[in-house]
């Protein structure tokens, strides 16, 4: 497991034995100290950290021009700010000058703690980039699926139990999660693998030719049938058939279907003879079968013979550790594709993909990338190259400042930047808990009365995140 390392910098003695003490225990990192701005920017120099805390205002070398000091050296260094002058003016220089995050002195130990824990994921993140960039990254690939995230890590280890048997698998999930690849990836481990992969995408073929897709036909069963066609079930023979969104096809085709489950065999249209085929069924659907079954559209027997082993594939909303490695994946693999320079992902974007909630899973997170390719100038791909509502801004107050602070008044301004922050801040903690707001008043260290009387003040309404 790794360890994250932290140095703060205070003139107060008092304090930085205090947060030593704290910080190392509650968040299990290495906490070093210094007591001036000299000391801290030698000890920056010297060392690696991934987290600097930093007090404003100190005799001598102060916090901003330390922080100065630091970007210069090191532009992606996190840097959380400490002050006790915890006004607007203070917030928006030191997050023009980069600073990640702001706190007022004096604090909740417990809200520090909570600040310091996102800081410290962004600084993740920014590790794995870099490792990233550097190509010292082990991709954690497994059959065309990318993740090394403990839900993915049990897909994998279901892939391989399921492709050393010969039974039929159902693999459920939302749109965009790999469905198509854990297909493959079945076939690809199991005893058939040098025998046929043949797909269909069900919903996207009417009823009747969908019929004879599948099963083949006689010369003369229906008007335009001027030869025999075999079907995707014989041209599977001995591998695997992967029929994609099962869950909307029609009673008629399900009711087909079961009898090549049950009986391995089928009737092309215009035959009077079955054909028994030796072909493995995957099946894939983004839909709730046994809702289905409850309204009519789906045969509950139909269902139990599909479902002997079944995969559920995560959405990418519940592995963002696993975005950095896919994303990257999809630049080196896209770059190629359209024949562009290899180019590499800015922290502040790689930390926009990691937070976003990505409704179309990796298909819309590829679509992202693919905008960013083209439109980035340079070699780095910025937030403003992808123009997308999943990219969430990784930093909204920093954001808000710029676009507010130089054309409204100081009222405005301030109200209009923590309309920004309440509606992103809340809104990213209900999609979390799916509009449970006791959840997300837990989360946030606040009361529940008094997380709704924020909600109330600017117009968010848990509803919308219910999932």
């Known amino acids: 497991m790794t360890t994250f390392s932290l140095l703060v910098v205070d003139d107060e003695t008092d304090m930085l034995g205090l947060l030593r003490r704290s910080l190392a225990a509650d968040l299990d990192c290495n906490v070093e ?33 330390l922080l100065e000091l630091i970007r210069r050296s090191r532009p992606e260094q996190t840097v959380v700010m400490m002050t006790a002058y915890g006004d607007i003016d203070t917030a928006v220089n ?16 417990e809200a520090l703690v909570i ?50 048997t010969d039974l039929t698998v159902l693999i459920t999930g939302e749109s965009g999660t790999g469905k198509d690849l854990t297909a493959r990836a079945i076939h690809a481990m199991s005893a058939r693998k040098n025998a046929s992969f043949v797909a269909m995408n069900c919903p996207t073929v009417p009823e009747q030719i969908l019929e004879s897709e ?24 001995g591998g695997s058939i992967f029929l994609d969104e099962i869950g909307d096809v029609s009673p008629a085709i399900q009711t087909k279907l079961l009898r090549v489950i049950q009986e391995k065999e089928i009737k092309p249209l215009g035959d009077t003879r079955t054909v028994t085929v030796d ?43 696993d975005i950095p490695l896919i994303a990257t994946h999809l630049v080196r693999k896209h770059c190629v594709k359209l024949n562009r320079p290899q180019k590499t992902l800015s922290p502040d974007l790689l930390e926009a993909l990691a937070t976003s909630p990505w409704k179309g899973n990796v298909r819309e997170l ?13 070699d780095e791909i910025r937030p403003a190259d992808i123009a997308t509502a999943s ?39 209900l999609s979390e808990t799916g509009g449970n707001v006791t959840r997300a008043a837990a989360r946030c260290g606040l009361e529940r009365q008094s997380l709704q009387q924020v909600m109330r003040r600017y117009g968010i309404d848990a509803e919308n995140y219910r999932k």
């Open 33 to 65: 100290t210094a007591s001036s701005g000299t000391e801290g920017y030698r000890r920056f120099s010297e060392g690696d950290f991934d987290l600097v805390l930093l007090d404003m205002k100190m005799p001598g070398m102060d916090g901003m021009e």
């Open 94 to 109: 030191a997050m023009q000058h980069g600073a990640y995050d702001f706190i007022t002195k004096p604090f909740d130990h």
């Open 115 to 164: 600040r310091l824990e996102k800081a410290l994921e962004r600084a993740a993140l920014i590790r794995e980039n870099v490792r990233l960039r550097s190509g010292g990254a082990t991709y954690h690939e497994f059959e065309g699926l990318i993740g090394k995230s403990p839900a993915m890590k049990q897909v994998f280890d279901t892939i391989r139990m399921v492709a050393a």
């Open 214 to 237: 599948l099963f083949g036909y006689r010369k003369g069963a229906f008007t335009h049938a001027t030869s025999d066609r075999t079907g995707l079930f014989r041209e599977a023979a």
């Open 279 to 321: 072909v493995r069924i995957i099946a894939s659907t983004n839909r709730d079968l046994e809702e289905r079954i409850r309204q009519g559209a789906f045969r509950e027997d139909f269902f139990y013979r599909l479902n002997v082993l079944s995969i559920e594939l995560p959405p990418l909303r519940d592995r963002p550790e």
């Open 366 to 378: 590829e679509n992202a990338i693919v905008q960013g390719i083209l439109f980035s100038k340079d």
């Open 391 to 429: 990219i969430q801004p990784c930093s909204p107050v920093c954001r808000s400042l710029d676009e507010i602070a130089s054309d409204l008044p100081y009222r405005e301004a301030k109200e209009t930047l923590l309309q920004h922050f309440n509606e992103q801040y809340i809104g990213r903690l």
